[in-house]
């Protein structure tokens, strides 16, 4: 359910080209980045960062798009994003004790396990400071190529490609991604994990 919310704007976007036009669609996802903070903050009392970061560049470049009716800023959004989040992974590194990818999966398998436990103590996700390394260097790779593959479909094939590409082809990319670093998490785990 979480990651329908999170392509939420992604999904509207795509409805509304295939309804409308690029523009009618870049004005949706504008609004439906704004919708995606605000419930989610309603909900919780804050603001995901990468929705933050997400609807900032949207509303950018989804502006600049439609003042100057030009769909190519909306179009270089998704390669931005993806290169932003992997220079911030790949700068959590080298600036503080643990890498992003550590943080973020820490809190929640930690939150997760207190659910389904009921434990008041919160579990952690037992890697080595090797593994975390080497799994935050497979996020910042795969964001990195993410973005580079979205411009050379952004520039090698037509605008409607590009929408199918950014809903159907990130989404499966993601997904095929995230299937892969489970795998790989879990043959790193100590026995008591698996």
């Not at 790949?90 to 434990?119: C, N, W």
């Amino acid at each position: 359910m979480k990651l329908l919310y999170d392509f939420f704007p992604v999904l509207l976007f795509f409805v509304a080209y295939k309804a409308y036009d690029i523009f009618v669609a870049t004005g949706v996802i504008v609004v439906a980045s704004l919708i995606q903070i605000s419930v989610h903050w309603l909900r919780t009392r804050k603001v995901n960062r990468m929705h933050l970061v997400t609807a900032l560049l949207v509303t950018i470049f989804g502006g600049i798009t439609l003042a100057l009716k030009d769909p190519a800023f909306i179009k270089w959004k998704p390669t931005v994003v993806n290169w932003l989040f992997a220079a911030v992974f790949l700068g959590s590194q080298f600036i503080g004790q643990k890498p992003i990818v550590q943080r973020m999966m820490e809190g929640i398998y930690a939150d997760t396990h207190a659910e389904k436990e009921g434990a008041d103590q919160a579990a952690t996700l037992e890697l080595s400071h090797n593994d975390w390394r080497a799994l935050n260097s497979m996020w910042w790779v795969f964001f990195l190529i993410l973005g580079t593959i979205n411009l050379y479909v952004v520039y090698n094939f037509s605008e409607d490609t590009w929408v199918n590409f950014k809903l159907f082809g990130m989404l499966g990319l993601t997904l095929v991604f995230v299937l892969l670093q489970g795998i790989w998490i879990a043959r790193k785990l100590p026995e008591e994990h698996s």
